[in-house]
């Protein structure tokens, strides 16, 4: 069997996780890591890339991990990764990967009580052999437990923010051929879930004369790695990334019929085949078609085709139901009762409230990131970076904080008023639940956000009274990412929402979707449980760098499925309001 990209880059996270667990130097430990996240992202097969001896171009492979990579491709085979697992056995990265145990802990484990893997970890925590460990007890061990049962929930999906751009690649390559009519992204990334079992793309031709070139072309697309399957009408491909990619070729003359069934969701699908049944037809991905008495569909009588999604909703006497809401959850009752909202859109954004610069973790400069903001259609930023707890991140002391309010009154100045540039802090709610910084410097600022960064596993008592606090200080106008998921891998705190709504909602404080798609936090059902208290949202990127200030269409599809309308966004409000809304709150 050939290595793909994604077996490449696997590789290299565990090499970097076997030797973080052996205690190697964090440069090297790094590098790997590195390695491997730049190699996920690259959208060609690297076999191809050796052979044109191009694999030092890649950021972060130097000579001699290239050449570990062509001894990859070459052999299938790593002498050093061998080597390295006759020293450490390497089922131990997944210990690592349980949630509080981190490579230290993995190593102790191995070392004291011969812990390999989840299985002899899992036994050992039900025994009760790990709570004399040094920095163990009782309560880690029963964590211990609880997060191998979660790691066992997780599924092999892909996060929206890597199938995205790479199904929409694919989808541009394919609308440029002269027989592709119509071309769209279907399935779960067309209702924008936050992670994606495989991609469903669609092309209508004029004729289906024209689909053999279409799937052609498909099949040969560079990042493709391997066909798993090609027919007239259908075929399934897997990326260079591993990702499953399915295509389908149709008439032109249903594609509203094709286009809302393979956009799903199957609950979705289903009502609507009721809904038809209750008006006399069946209802496929090809069309309606007339049924008798005993729904069998009448031989010779005409199909209706739909060349739109509105004709596939008005033949059911309905109003065109939105992607984001297709999931059976209201969206029905809500269509029937004219009810339905009128969903916020990427355009309807003014405002970003929360992003870094280089005084903390950002790689731009506040100018940098305002001239990028503008770029992209904002009118107005909050340079929001972090607060003196957050040391890792390179958080700002208070004398900090108050000089670069200077410079961001000295670049809203030079904007002169093409983008407003206002001053604010992600600020640290710290472990005790204080706040990171005091009122009177609070005061001083535009726009205050506090965000959960540490101690994110308390208990769900402790760490919801953490955030009550945050939102009881009027200073406090947004909470960051409030349940501090990251997607795939780390799950979200153990909250109160309800308590967290009330207080939300007595106190006036905005909650966000965080836009970055490692987070889209807070998820849809819980915005949607919000906007319903009469709660604000904040659509934000928290962009670290410029490339990233592009995320906000992701927290957009997010809010959609939340239902948040555009009155229902803090940062869709010209810039007047928005100051307006912030004075109106306690400064
Ligand atoms: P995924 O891929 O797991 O993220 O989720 P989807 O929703 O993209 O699911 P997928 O790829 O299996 O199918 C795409 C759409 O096609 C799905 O949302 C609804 C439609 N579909 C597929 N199979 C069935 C089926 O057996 N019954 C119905 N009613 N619809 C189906
Ligand atoms: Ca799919
Ligand atoms: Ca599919
Ligand atoms: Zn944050």
Same mark, same amino acid.
């Given at each position: 069997?050939? &290595?793909?990209?994604?077996?490449?880059?696997?590789?290299?996270? !565990?090499?970097?996780?076997?030797?973080?667990? @052996?205690?190697?130097?964090?440069?090297?430990?790094?590098?790997?890591?590195?390695?491997?996240?730049?190699?996920?992202?690259?959208?060609?097969?690297?076999?191809?890339?050796?052979?044109?001896?191009?694999?030092?171009?890649?950021?972060?492979?130097?000579?001699?991990?290239?050449?570990?990579? $062509? $001894?990859?491709?070459?052999?299938?085979? &790593?002498?050093?990764?061998? @080597?390295?697992?006759?020293?450490?056995?390497?089922?131990?990265?997944?210990?690592?990967?349980?949630?509080?145990?981190?490579?230290?802990?993995?190593?102790? /484990?191995? @070392?004291?009580?011969?812990?390999?893997?989840?299985? =002899?970890?899992?036994?050992? #925590?039900?025994?009760?052999?790990?709570?004399?460990?040094?920095?163990?007890?009782?309560?880690?061990? #029963?964590?211990?437990?609880?997060?191998?049962?979660?790691?066992?929930?997780?599924?092999?999906?892909?996060?929206?923010?890597?199938?995205?751009?790479?199904?929409?690649?694919?989808?541009? #390559?394919?609308?440029?051929?002269?027989?592709?009519?119509?071309?769209?992204?279907?399935?779960?990334?067309?209702?924008?879930?936050?992670?994606?079992?495989?991609?469903?793309?669609?092309?209508?031709?004029?004729?289906?004369?024209?689909?053999?070139?279409?799937?052609?072309?498909?099949?040969?697309?560079?990042?493709?790695?391997?066909?798993?399957?090609?027919?007239?009408?259908?075929?399934?491909?897997?990326?260079?990334?591993?990702?499953?990619?399915?295509?389908?070729?149709?008439?032109?003359? !249903?594609?509203? *019929?094709?286009?809302?069934?393979?956009?799903?969701?199957?609950?979705?699908?289903?009502?609507?085949?009721?809904?038809?049944?209750? %008006?006399?037809?069946?209802?496929?991905?090809?069309? /309606?078609?007339?049924?008798?008495?005993?729904?069998?569909?009448?031989?010779?009588?005409?199909?209706?085709?739909? %060349?739109?999604?509105?004709?596939?909703?008005?033949?059911?006497?309905?109003?065109?139901?939105?992607?984001?809401?297709?999931?059976?959850?209201?969206?029905?009752?809500?269509?029937?009762?004219?009810?339905?909202?009128?969903?916020?859109?990427?355009?309807?954004?003014?405002?970003?409230?929360?992003?870094? *610069?280089?005084?903390?973790?950002?790689?731009?400069?506040?100018?940098?990131?305002?001239?990028?903001?503008?770029?992209?259609?904002?009118?107005?930023?909050?340079?929001?970076?972090?607060?003196?707890?957050?040391?890792?991140?390179?958080?700002?002391?208070?004398?900090?904080?108050?000089?670069?309010?200077?410079?961001? !009154?000295?670049?809203?100045?030079?904007?002169?008023? !093409?983008?407003?540039?206002?001053?604010?802090?992600?600020?640290?709610?710290?472990?005790?639940?204080?706040?990171?910084?005091?009122?009177?410097?609070?005061?001083?600022?535009?726009?205050?956000?506090? =965000?959960?960064?540490?101690?994110?596993?308390?208990?769900?008592?402790?760490?919801?009274?953490?955030?009550?606090?945050?939102?009881?200080?009027?200073?406090?106008?947004?909470?960051?990412?409030?349940?501090?998921? &990251?997607?795939?891998?780390?799950?979200?705190?153990?909250?109160?929402?309800?308590?967290?709504?009330?207080?939300?909602?007595?106190?006036?404080?905005?909650?966000?979707?965080?836009?970055?798609?490692?987070?889209?936090?807070? $998820?849809?059902?819980? #915005?949607?449980?919000?906007?319903?208290?009469?709660?604000?949202?904040?659509?934000?990127?928290?962009?670290?760098?410029?490339?990233?200030?592009?995320?906000?269409?992701?927290?957009?599809?997010?809010?959609? %499925?939340?239902?948040?309308?555009?009155?229902?966004?803090?940062?869709?409000?010209?810039?007047?309001? /928005?100051?307006?809304?912030?004075?109106?709150?306690? %400064?």
């Amino acid at each position: 069997m050939t &290595l793909t990209n994604r077996d490449i880059a696997d590789l290299f996270e !565990r090499i970097s996780d076997l030797l973080e667990i @052996k205690g190697e130097i964090i440069h090297r430990v790094l590098s790997y890591r590195r390695a491997s996240e730049s190699i996920r992202d690259v959208p060609r097969d690297l076999r191809v890339i050796a052979r044109e001896g191009g694999l030092t171009d890649i950021p972060g492979i130097g000579k001699t991990l290239a050449e570990k990579i $062509e $001894e990859l491709l070459e052999t299938g085979k &790593l002498e050093f990764y061998e @080597k390295l697992t006759a020293e450490i056995p390497a089922t131990l990265v997944d210990v690592m990967r349980v949630t509080g145990v981190g490579p230290k802990k993995a190593a102790m /484990f191995w @070392k004291e009580r011969g812990i390999t893997d989840l299985a =002899s970890l899992e036994k050992s #925590a039900r025994s009760g052999r790990l709570r004399d460990l040094p920095k163990m007890g009782e309560k880690s061990e #029963a964590n211990i437990i609880a997060g191998i049962e979660m790691l066992s929930r997780r599924t092999g999906r892909t996060p929206l923010g890597q199938a995205y751009p790479a199904a929409q690649a694919m989808l541009d #390559a394919l609308r440029e051929l002269p027989q592709a009519a119509e071309g769209a992204i279907a399935g779960s990334i067309r209702r924008g879930r936050p992670t994606i079992g495989d991609v469903d793309l669609l092309v209508a031709v004029s004729s289906m004369d024209d689909a053999p070139a279409i799937m052609e072309a498909f099949v040969a697309q560079e990042r493709v790695a391997r066909i798993l399957g090609q027919g007239p009408t259908k075929s399934s491909v897997e990326l260079v990334n591993g990702l499953q990619v399915d295509l389908r070729v149709l008439e032109r003359e !249903r594609w509203g *019929t094709a286009l809302a069934y393979f956009t799903g969701s199957q609950q979705h699908n289903i009502r609507m085949r009721e809904r038809a049944l209750e %008006r006399g037809l069946s209802l496929n991905e090809h069309a /309606f078609s007339p049924i008798d008495d005993n729904r069998q569909i009448i031989e010779g009588a005409p199909k209706i085709l739909c %060349r739109t999604e509105e004709e596939v909703y008005a033949a059911v006497g309905l109003p065109w139901i939105a992607p984001e809401l297709r999931e059976d959850a209201g969206e029905f009752d809500a269509a029937e009762s004219n009810t339905l909202p009128d969903l916020v859109t990427l355009d309807a954004l003014q405002g970003d409230l929360h992003m870094h *610069t280089t005084w903390s973790d950002g790689s731009a400069s506040i100018r940098e990131m305002a001239e990028a903001a503008l770029a992209a259609g904002r009118k107005y930023i909050v340079i929001t970076d972090h607060s003196r707890g957050a040391v890792i991140a390179n958080g700002l002391s208070i004398e900090r904080l108050l000089a670069q309010q200077a410079e961001v !009154r000295a670049v809203d100045a030079e904007m002169n008023g !093409r983008i407003r540039v206002f001053h604010g802090t992600e600020m640290d709610i710290l472990a005790d639940g204080s706040l990171d910084f005091p009122d009177d410097v609070l005061e001083q600022l535009d726009f205050v956000v506090a =965000s959960l960064h540490v101690s994110l596993r308390q208990p769900r008592e402790q760490i919801t009274r953490r955030l009550l606090n945050a939102l009881e200080n009027p200073h406090v106008d947004l909470i960051g990412h409030p349940r501090g998921q &990251l997607i795939p891998d780390r799950e979200p705190a153990d909250l109160d929402m309800d308590a967290v709504f009330e207080a939300a909602a007595r106190s006036g404080t905005a909650l966000e979707i965080n836009s970055n798609p490692q987070r889209l936090d807070l $998820e849809a059902q819980y #915005a949607r449980r919000a906007v319903e208290m009469g709660i604000k949202i904040a659509i934000d990127t928290d962009a670290h760098r410029t490339t990233e200030l592009h995320y906000l269409s992701y927290g957009v599809l997010t809010a959609r %499925r939340g239902w948040v309308s555009t009155r229902d966004v803090l940062n869709a409000l010209p810039v007047n309001e /928005f100051l307006a809304w912030a004075a109106g709150r306690g %400064r």
